[in-house]
Structure formats: C-alpha cells, structure tokens
C-alpha cells in the first residue's frame, strides 16, 4: 500500500472509533470504551508517526 492509503485508512479507523466511543459512552459500556480509546490512542500514535517519516522524506531547502 501507499503512503496516502495508509493514511486514509487511518484516518477512517480514526473517525470509526470516535463513533464507537461515543456509542459506548451513551450506553454506558466502560470496557468496551477503555477498548476503544487505546485503540484511538494507538491510532493517534501511527498517524503521527507516518507525518513525520513524510517530513523527513521532504528534502531541506
């Protein structure tokens, strides 16, 4: 895969367990939301991880 489906993909995994935080807040369900948020965490973490790997990539001026 590329770098730019990496990064969809991510950011779609990052939307998918906000709405499933949010879910899980509303019902109440606190081991499935400890799940979900270190798994949104976790997400968080490679996304920032490919940005900067992609600056890196950019050749200094």
Known sequence: ???????????????????????ALI?????ILVVFAVLFV?????LRQVYRSKNKQRPTQ
């Open 42 to 46: 976790l997400t968080i973490v490679q």
């Open 1 to 23: 895969m590329s770098d730019e489906t990496l990064i969809w993909t991510r950011w779609l995994r990052l939307a998918v367990l906000a709405v499933l935080i949010v879910i």
């Open 27 to 31: 019902q109440k369900l606190w081991i």
